[in-house]
């Protein structure tokens, strides 16, 4: 599935130029008007290009609208200036946007900071809190809570302390032992390797049931990884 981009703009070339060259870049252009509301039933995209000319304040607004709303506000939005107005840069940094680009520019620009945030969502970080952070999904390590769009997914300590080893190592597959000695620290000898099987099932389910999708991987005799696909 190709990386999907919205585009606000009231021009019909400015769209047409702007979803070829993503187009050609390997990306999804969908056409995205300031008085409707992002598709629903449908995966969050990757970001938002705003079209910002001279006198329209509708691509602050609609920039401040998607980072208040808590569905829409991990969702990268970039504003594209044109010659003459720049007056709209300061009002788009306040509405939140994550970069604003003057125009005329190298459409390269454009195209290395999409793939710069294809690369962060797909990499897990480490808050100044110690939380595991993975696109929308926030593991709390000091109140052992697990969020999702900051909705709680709420798991034994079991669960939860598979999880974070699973998290703080993603694309890693992690052995039954391995992750026996995450879980169950002071029982580690004592615990039968396939009673990791039993709870890394039921911490796959709670996980689904919120986020909509498996993001624990099996590999058959070797153990498990974080892995999910956005």
């Given amino acids: 599935m190709r990386p999907r981009v919205l585009i606000y703009s009231r021009d019909p070339d400015f769209f047409l130029v ?8 390997g990306f999804e252009s969908q056409l995205l008007a300031a008085d ?30 998607l980072k208040a709303n808590v569905e829409t506000r991990a969702v990268a939005v970039a ?11 300061l009002d788009l940094v306040k509405a939140g946007a994550d ?5 005329p520019f190298p459409p390269d620009q454009l195209l290395n900071w999409l793939q710069a945030r294809i690369a962060a969502a797909k990499t897990p970080f480490q808050n100044k809190a110690g939380d595991l952070v993975h696109g929308d999904l926030v593991l709390e390590r000091r109140s052992h809570r ?9 798991a034994p300590p079991i669960e ?3 999880l974070c080893s699973l998290m703080a190592h993603p694309g890693t597959v992690l052995s039954r032992e391995s992750l026996i000695k995450a879980a169950w620290p002071d029982r580690a000898g004592e ?21 909509g999708k498996d993001v624990i991987r099996t ?12």
């Fill in 191 to 211: 615990t039968d390797i396939r009673g990791v099987d039993v709870h890394v099932a039921r911490l796959r389910k709670r996980l689904a049931t919120v986020i």
């Fill in 146 to 154: 697990i969020l999702f769009k900051e909705q709680q997914i709420a």
């Fill in 160 to 162: 939860f302390n598979l």
């Fill in 219 to 230: 590999v058959r005799s070797a153990g498990y990884a974080f892995a999910p696909d956005w």
């Fill in 18 to 25: 702007f979803g070829h060259i993503l187009g050609v870049a």
């Fill in 79 to 89: 504003g594209l200036i044109a010659p003459g107005a720049s007056g709209l840069h």
């Fill in 99 to 103: 970069e604003v680009f003057s125009r």
């Fill in 36 to 65: 409707k509301p992002l598709p629903q039933g449908e995966a969050a995209p990757l970001a938002v290009v705003m079209d910002c000319q001279p006198r329209d304040r509708g691509a602050a607004k609609l920039c401040a609208a």
